[in-house]
């Protein structure tokens, strides 16, 4: 069933066209108001053929005015179902909230966007995950904000589209202009995941409005404790016995978007900041591929501030 859910939650399956890139695209608009009572939901479905400004081909507007666990609801589900078995369309999840406009581009294969500010181990991992086929996707460029930054070259030596772009005046975040122009250049290689790895700049309104809800972080604690600059020495310093990484979706708070994914690390007794940053760093280059891996086979969805895996 393609729809389902509880009063006070709208959660639904997107659509995922099925069909090569270069043959199609397709652009999906759901609009949900959902209650105890009733559903409205208005559906638009418009085949992109190389244009992104193209007029819906069809608008379906659905309405059960019945009580959510009855025919009605089910025949909704069931309509929606077949709506994209006709388009020749595969199911993944998504979770809106209780009133939601979502609208998604969906490209086949999967395209990342990767962000990092440093040496770039965790997109080493990450790409040679890629490489292997255990990530179905394709990094489609790697933007940094110092223009010295390993993760450039590590880029490069893989014949990935990478650029340096000037962060502006701001020590900890982009000015307007950086911030335009990083969206700008994430749009035009029409990522659907933005990767932050290493990235040291807080994204801020306008970003995080044009990819809500797809751009992913990973930190080096158990969110959510120590958030923050130096997780692993705060981790240190109060005499945790377990620590380890997190990866999870970014919001505009400080590390505190949904958690995707949590790796274990033990500190030991004669551990040093370098030497628990050190294990940390090789925990996260195996949980991060494996957490951008289902986001790309669309094996998550997410109801409020849980993750759930499909089993």
């Not at 992109?48 to 081909?57: M, Q």
């Not at 369309?89 to 490209?107: C, D, H, K």
């Not at 500010?117 to 460029?141: C, H």
């Not at 202009?177 to 790895?197: G, N, P, T």
Request: charged share 20%; hydrophobic share 45%.
């Amino acid at each position: 069933m393609i729809w389902r859910g509880r009063a006070g939650e709208s959660k639904f399956t997107g659509l995922r066209f099925g069909k090569q890139r270069a043959q199609s695209q397709a652009l999906l608009k759901i609009f949900v108001v959902w209650n105890s009572r009733s559903v409205w939901a208005a559906v638009t479905l418009a085949p992109l053929y190389g244009c992104r400004k193209s007029i819906s081909s069809w608008t379906q507007f659905l309405r059960p005015t019945a009580p959510l666990k009855t025919a009605h609801s089910r025949c909704f589900a069931h309509l929606v179902s077949c709506l994209a078995i006709a388009f020749g369309f595969s199911a993944f999840p998504l979770v809106l909230p209780a009133r939601s406009v979502i609208q998604i581009v969906v490209s086949n294969p999967f395209r990342l966007g990767v962000l990092g500010s440093g040496k770039g181990s965790n997109f080493v991992a990450i790409a040679n995950a890629v490489a292997a086929g255990r990530i179905p996707a394709e990094i489609a460029l790697v933007l940094s904000d110092v223009e010295g930054a390993g993760i450039l070259a590590h880029a490069r030596e893989r014949k990935i589209p990478a650029q340096f772009i000037p962060p502006g005046k701001f020590r900890t975040k982009l000015d307007e202009d950086a911030e335009r122009a990083f969206v700008a250049a994430l749009q035009s290689a029409k990522v659907d995941l933005i990767v932050l790895a290493g990235f040291m700049r807080v994204l801020k309104g306008d970003f995080l409005r044009a990819f809500e809800g797809r751009i992913v972080n990973i930190h080096p604690s158990l969110l959510p404790s120590f958030p923050g600059l130096e997780a692993w020495k705060q981790a240190l310093d109060h005499g945790v016995k377990v620590t380890g990484c997190t990866v999870h979706f970014v919001d505009a708070g400080v590390d505190a978007g949904p958690i995707i994914g949590q790796q274990t690390v033990p500190v030991l007794d004669n551990d040093t900041p370098e030497s628990l940053h050190q294990r940390i760093h090789a925990a996260e280059h195996e949980l991060y591929p494996h957490c951008v891996a289902a986001i790309a086979r669309g094996e998550i969805s997410v109801t409020g501030r849980r993750v759930v895996w499909k089993k």
